[in-house]
């Protein structure tokens, strides 16, 4: 199937140009999956509310207790004015901070974790709901990457806003009621002031700072991309010495993200350096205002003591606000690019209301079709052909006269822009995928294989066979022996992409793997083409007997493989110029004729 991916590289990535949404877009996008543990959310936020509670009252206890230490030094009753009580309750309510608080964790995890497994997960399958024309533009390793930041930034947005956010928001209003009930307003002024202030600069600064991030997070996905590319196509880079080559582009890469990085982090010190300003400001003046009142009488040393363990108390998670708020900032941007992937525009659907295929006799029938992957270069103008039941039709014609699109058309990895394709009389847009594809069993030109064991790529075709069934099929294709040779049999391993099988040893997996699934129909995309010629005609044999009683489309570029066919298409620039029996057409001289004696020159064999 190589015939047209350059077409479609032409075609701008949807991607790239989708806006990015607004935050609070993005937030919405979250809250269904949330929804579900709602009755956890409930649940955790009783228990933040406590744990806040807890720690709001440990300054005031420890406010009574240093008022209550107004003894004399050395005096013999010093012990027995020590409140044994209140030294015990500041004990368990710092004890209470941390229960309530690993409590809530405990409640929330679930939840955590089970939004991100759904969004992982429904993000999956919508990838392999994408069409191929998505598959053959994106870039694995940069994309591996935009998913894996996203699921990261589903666990961080929920801790931190439920951890941290709304944790550092009760306490601080918890905080600000005592201050301006039990003293003067100035001191809930002050801290209100010092907040409004901090939360401003944070914000602003890092929305100014959030595009260096971002630039860095391109950077970082591209310079993946870059080094996952070069490694699979290790064989490649390794053909043409190009291995220094492939270092300096990387190197390029690194270096953009280097210089990146660094502007970041000079960015991020000065946001840290402001942040203490305001924090340390606001201390000061708290402090001197508190020294000022125990100095007059209207204080107590324990206020003193009271107001210095508030400041700490709320310096510490604000001191972290910043961060998390750069943390949440970058979160939404990293989900935000996940969601762009979710709504990515299925090219191929089911139809509302789709039923399943119905395949009576295995009729096959083209009408009309015209196709194009890109609007500028059609492909396919009007071709029309039928496969009766159980019977083979084989496609032959020159490379790019859009053979291999045919394959794809029915297999419906791209929907058609004119004409109809039937099967059985049920045109088949209007079925479901999932039915139509179950009934197509497709032996491709170029054999992909995964990084598994043979057997598991054999069983493939129909996950759960059985071991004997497995052995049966590979029997079939002819490479049961080969596989029994090796030390491991069908444990061995076969590389990533099925490297280490030569290109007949994964076409015969490919048959072995069609075998197993058994369909009604038959697809063979050039399914010889890796193979030598003695392997060839044992192979074409047992295509034969695997293509016999049911409907089969063969493309071919060798026309001796063809012979045998019910019927013989001959396409040309995306037209037919001619079809009929290979007799028939040789009898008639023309196109077909014309290819034969040319093949015929080359392959006296």
């Known amino acids: 199937m190589h015939g047209h991916a350059a077409g479609l590289t032409r075609l701008p990535p949807a991607a790239a140009t989708a806006a990015p949404r607004s935050d609070w877009g993005t937030l ?4 269904p999956y949330l929804w579900r543990y709602r009755w956890r ?3 955790a936020l009783v228990f933040l509310i406590g744990a806040k509670l807890a720690n709001v009252g440990v300054p005031l206890l420890l406010k009574r207790l240093v008022d209550a230490l107004s003894v004399k030094p050395g005096d013999p009753a010093a012990l027995l ?21 690993e409590l809530r964790e405990l409640i929330f995890a679930k939840a955590t974790e089970g939004t991100a497994r759904s969004i992982s997960l429904q993000v999956f399958r919508h990838l392999h709901a994408l069409s191929l024309r998505f ?8 994309m591996s990457r935009d998913i894996e930041r996203g699921t990261r930034a589903v666990q961080s947005l929920i801790s931190y806003t439920v951890y941290n956010v709304l944790p550092t928001l009760i306490e601080v209003t918890l905080v600000l009621a005592l201050l301006a009930i039990k003293f003067d307003a100035w001191f809930a002024w002050i801290t209100l002031a010092a907040l409004v202030l901090y939360i401003a600069f944070t914000i602003t600064f890092t929305e100014w700072r959030t595009k260096f991030r971002r630039h860095m997070n391109e950077l970082d996905s591209a310079a993946h991309s870059r080094a996952i590319d070069a490694l699979l196509n290790y064989e490649t880079v390794k053909y043409f010495n190009n291995e220094e080559f492939e270092a300096r582009r990387y190197d390029e890469n690194l270096e953009k993200l280097r210089r990146a990085a660094l502007k970041s ?5 000065l946001l840290n350096t402001g942040q203490q300003l305001i924090i340390a400001t606001a201390l000061v003046a708290m402090l001197w205002r508190a020294t000022l009142g125990v100095a007059q009488g209207r204080l107590t040393l324990g206020d003193l003591v009271m107001i210095n363990a508030f400041m700490i108390q709320l310096y510490i998670p604000l001191n972290f606000l910043g961060v998390i708020y750069r943390e949440i900032k970058q979160g939404l941007t990293d989900l935000d690019k996940m969601f762009t992937l979710l709504d990515r525009n299925r090219e191929v659907d089911d139809a509302p209301g789709a039923q399943p295929l119905q395949v009576r006799f295995g009729a096959v029938r083209f009408e009309q079709v015209s196709f194009a992957y890109d609007p500028d270069r059609p492909i396919l103008h009007d071709v029309s052909f039928e496969i009766p039941p159980g019977k083979t039709v084989a496609v032959v014609g020159p490379s790019g006269a859009g053979k291999s699109t045919l394959a794809r058309l029915l297999y419906r990895f791209y929907d058609i822009q004119q004409g109809a394709i039937t099967i059985d009389g049920q045109e088949i847009r209007s079925v479901t995928q999932a039915s139509l594809r179950a009934a197509i069993g497709i032996v491709p030109q170029d054999t992909v294989l995964f990084n598994d064991t043979v057997e598991y790529n054999i069983a ?4 759960g066979a059985s071991h004997d069934e497995v ?4 029997s079939a294709a002819h490479i049961h022996a080969f596989i029994a040779a090796t030390p491991k049999g069908y444990e061995t391993m076969v590389g990533e992409r099925g490297l280490k099988l030569s290109g007949g040893e994964k076409q015969r997996v490919a048959i072995a793997r069609t075998l197993l699934k058994n369909p009604p129909l038959l697809i063979f995309d050039e399914a010889t083409s890796a193979l030598d010629s003695a392997n060839e005609r044992a192979i074409q044999a047992e295509l034969k007997r695997l293509s016999q009683g049911k409907t089969a489309l063969v493309i071919a570029h060798r026309l001796s493989t063809v012979v045998d066919a019910h019927e013989i298409v001959v396409l040309e620039a995306g037209r037919v110029v001619e079809r009929g029996p290979h007799a028939e057409l040789l009898a008639r001289g023309g196109r077909y004729a014309q290819m034969w004696r040319l093949q015929a020159r080359h392959e006296p064999d």
């Open 28 to 31: 919405a996008r979250l809250l």
């Open 471 to 474: 052995v049966a099929a590979a």
């Open 81 to 101: 004015v020590v409140p044994v009580g209140l030294v015990v309750a500041y004990g368990a309510l710092r004890l209470s901070t941390s229960l309530f608080t």
């Open 460 to 463: 493939y075709g129909r996950p």
């Open 135 to 142: 598959h053959l533009e994106r870039q694995t390793g940069g």
């Open 41 to 43: 959310v409930g649940a």
């Open 265 to 269: 982090q000079s960015t991020l010190s």
